[in-house]
């Protein structure tokens, strides 16, 4: 069975830090055609971070200069670097894997002000 398993999350202060992981289940992950989305509550599901098949890595614009998506072959892991965190950055946070329209469960990020 296919899985993508989200970690890293929980409640930081503004201005800190966090690391996402999403591990595979199932199926080798590689960077390219990753996405990172996130959730906040009463909002629609947005993109964070995502990385093309070609290797093109886009962010959204309210998280660029602080968050890096990256990936750790060996581990079969995707990471999402998150610095000077904001508390418009609370929500829960997914991976994708485009080519299998595969969502993890999601990790929340909580950011207090």
């Known amino acids: 069975q296919v899985q993508l398993v989200e970690s890293g999350g929980g409640l930081v202060q503004a201005g800190g830090s966090l690391r996402l992981s999403c591990v595979g289940s199932?199926?080798?992950?590689?960077?390219?055609?990753m996405g990172w989305y996130r959730q906040a509550p009463g909002k629609q599901r947005e993109l964070v971070a995502s990385?093309?098949?070609?290797?093109?890595?886009n962010y959204v614009d309210s998280v660029k200069g602080r968050f890096t998506i990256s990936g750790d072959n060996a581990k079969n892991t995707v990471y999402l670097q998150m610095n000077s965190l904001k508390p418009e950055d609370t929500a829960v946070y997914y991976c994708?894997?485009?080519?299998?329209?595969?969502w993890g469960k999601g990790t929340l990020v909580t950011v207090s002000s």
């Open positions: 990385v093309a098949s070609a290797g093109t890595i």
């Open positions: 199932g199926i080798v992950l590689g960077l390219n055609g």
């Open positions: 994708h894997l485009y080519n299998l329209a595969i």
